[in-house]
Nanobody, 125 residues
Framework: EVQLQASGGGSVQAGESLRLSCAVS????????IEWFRQAPGKEREGAAC???????YYSDSVKGRFTVSLDNVKNMVYLQMNSLKPEDTAVYYC???????????????????WGQGTLVTVSS
C-alpha cells in the first residue's frame, strides 16, 4: 500500500526557513512523482514543487528560487526546503504521489493520486 506522511510544519517569521519532510512507503521513487502541494484558506490547491521518477524537479513560479525539493533514497524521505518565506506562503502543505507533475494553481487531482495528511505552515510578517 502506498503511504505518505508529511511533517515539519510550524510558525516562522518572514524571511526565515523551514524544512518539511515526507515519509513514503509502499513504492519506489522511480514509480511515482512526488509533489508538494499547498492550500491556503479560501484558495485553490496549488502544486508547488515536484520531483519526478527520473529525479527532475519542477517548481511553480511562486516558489521558484526559494524552495527546493529533494530525495533521500536510503531513508525513503522527500524534503521541501523552504527559504525566504513570505506571509503568502502560509498554507497547509501536502505531499502526494501523482502520475504527472503539476505546478500551478487550481489542481483538480486525478483518481491515481495518493495523498498524505497535511502540515500547517504559518509565516508572519
Amino acid at each position: 500500500e502506498v503511504q505518505l506522511q508529511a511533517s515539519g510544519g510550524g510558525s516562522v517569521q518572514a524571511g526565515e526557513s523551514l524544512r518539511l519532510s515526507c515519509a513514503v512507503s509502499g513504492f519506489t521513487f522511480d514509480e511515482y512523482n512526488i509533489e508538494w502541494f499547498r492550500q491556503a484558506p479560501g484558495k485553490e490547491r496549488e502544486g508547488a514543487a515536484c520531483l519526478n521518477g527520473l529525479g527532475n524537479t519542477y517548481y511553480s513560479d511562486s516558489v521558484k528560487g526559494r524552495f527546493t525539493v529533494s530525495l533521500d533514497n536510503v531513508k525513503n524521505m522527500v524534503y521541501l526546503q523552504m527559504n525566504s518565506l513570505k506571509p503568502e506562503d502560509t498554507a497547509v502543505y501536502y505531499c502526494a504521489a501523482v502520475p504527472l507533475c503539476y505546478t500551478g494553481s487550481n489542481y483538480q487531482g486525478t483518481p491515481l493520486d495518493v495523498w498524505g495528511q497535511g502540515t500547517l505552515v504559518t509565516v508572519s510578517s
